[in-house]
């Protein structure tokens, strides 16, 4: 359920953890220092969805949604969602 985005992920390593379970790596980390989250809006929206329709697929405010989406360009540095759209293209970030 972590790995598709239902729990938290550090959350859950670190139940895992205390139930004596070993930890599993973790993939590279995304690029830009962007979060798993921050990832997984870029990928959401990279498939045409409006922050609302992103915000109502991921059951959080589109001001949360919209929120991320503004970190996300300051990480990558651009203003657009199309430049952001370009960068997951060039990162692999869009299956």
Do not use: W
């Amino acid at each position: 359920m972590a790995a598709d985005g239902h729990l938290d992920r550090d959350a859950t390593e670190c139940v895992q953890a205390a139930a004596g379970h070993q930890a599993r790596p973790r993939p590279q980390t995304a690029p830009a220092g962007m979060t798993d989250r921050e990832v997984e809006v870029l990928r959401l929206a990279a498939t045409g969805l409006t922050t609302a329709q992103i915000a109502r697929r991921l059951v959080i405010s589109p001001k949360t949604a919209d929120t991320h989406i503004q970190h996300i360009y300051a990480k990558i540095g651009c203003s657009t969602r199309g430049a952001a759209v370009l960068f997951a293209l060039r990162h692999n970030l869009v299956g």
